[in-house]
């Protein structure tokens, strides 16, 4: 690696680190209960899909995971009591996952982290510098898209 490459690496690596943890950090701030960034992604999903019938099959194919992990998850979920399942009126061989309020508590206060973090880093740039910035990341973005799309 040249000189570029491996400053590059580590601002990436220290960058996806510190977002983690202090996305961490935050959450244990604002609620009360115990939950993971996994298990907060998870709930975001579930929430955005609040007026959708949302299946353990939906949950795996969004979040780009097995089957098995999905239904290990949803289970860890419902157990801490974030989630409800209910047979499907229509197929009752389904089940309907939705947020209880709990889980939209620990969705909302997830929510207004992301919220908060992107008017925070926002509010570092000028309007030039957000566009260069923008256009930076969302190109990173799609190369990553790309690798795992593979």
Partial sequence: MDDFEKSLNHVLVETFNSI???EESSLKKIVSTPVTITEAHMLEVIG???NEETTVSEISSLLGVSMPTATVAVKKLESKEFIKKVPC??????T??????????????????HKRMVKNISGQFQDDEKEILY????????????????
């Fill in 20 to 22: 983690l943890r202090f």
């Fill in 48 to 50: 955005d899909r609040e």
């Fill in 89 to 94: 009126a229509i197929d009752g061989r389904r």
């Fill in 96 to 113: 309907i996952i939705s947020l209880t309020e709990k889980g939209k508590r620990i969705n909302k206060a997830h929510s207004l982290f």
């Fill in 135 to 150: 256009r930076a990341v969302t190109k990173l973005s799609e190369f990553f898209k790309d690798k795992v799309e593979v």
